[in-house]
């Protein structure tokens, strides 16, 4: 099983361009998670799906919006990037039941630099 | 926002050695999780832990919990140096999906 896919794995952007993280999970997972993370700041949530047809904002959500497009795919946009958005991105799944005793799974991350 | 803290934030030890990693955490749990980062990849599950447990143990990993002081420990022994990562204390966040709160991270190094 590939578990949680991530594309693309490296992106340079310049200031005021979009593009869209593309996020995938082939274990039937109802939750999934776009987490940044920046030197010596842990991970931050920015955005999560609970369920299939459901998003909602975590702590750092501005500048981004989401899709959950189906049950497997989950994608992050910047519409509009700006240098302080230049992090790794982790997207995240997992089953999403038993009040968080499950585990996440992680992707391998997308490298995004905003010149 | 930041749910644990880990200490100390950097560790170097030899192979065969134990290495001890700490985490505090702020608001009641129903459970604490540890996950490792080796370099440029994404984050892998360890061991959770719930909140009326006190340890548990997966091969050469041992979690402690002490739900009192807000607090959990992690001691891998006899450290390999595969073992080198990044290691992150979290708990689940009940308001945002079970999303996890994470600590900002302990760096272990394991040298030959």
């Known amino acids: 099983n590939a578990g949680v896919t991530q594309t693309p794995k490296f992106q340079v952007l310049k200031t005021g361009q979009s593009m869209t993280l593309q996020c995938a999970q082939d274990?039937?997972?109802?939750?999934m998670y776009w987490y940044r993370q920046d030197p010596g700041m842990g991970l931050r949530l920015i955005y999560y799906?609970?369920?299939?047809?459901?998003?909602d904002k975590g702590e750092v959500p501005n500048g981004y919006n989401v899709s959950r497009l189906n049950k497997r795919e989950f994608s992050l946009r910047l519409e509009s990037a700006a240098p302080s958005q230049t992090s790794v991105y982790f997207c995240a799944s997992s089953e999403g039941a038993g009040f968080g005793n499950q585990p996440q799974h992680f992707g391998d991350g997308t490298r995004l630099s905003i010149l | 926002s930041q749910q644990g803290e880990e200490d100390p934030q950097a560790l170097s030890i030899q192979e065969g050695e134990n290495a001890t990693m700490n985490c505090s955490y702020k608001?009641?749990?129903?459970?604490l999780q540890w996950y490792r980062q080796n370099s440029g990849r994404g984050l892998v599950h360890l061991i959770l832990?719930?909140?009326?447990?006190r340890e548990k143990h997966s091969g050469r990993l041992r979690v402690t919990l002490d739900t009192s002081k807000k607090s959990s420990s992690l001691l891998i022994t006899a450290s390999r140096a595969a073992d080198t990562a990044s290691y992150f204390c979290?708990?689940?966040?009940?308001?945002?999906?079970?999303?996890?709160?994470f600590g900002k991270g302990t760096s272990l190094l394991v040298t030959p």
């Open positions: 979290a708990t689940a966040n009940p308001n945002s999906g079970y999303a996890l709160n």
């Open positions: 274990m039937n997972h109802n939750s």
């Open positions: 608001t009641s749990i129903n459970n």
């Open positions: 799906s609970a369920s299939e047809g459901t998003t």
């Open positions: 832990i719930r909140s009326n447990e």
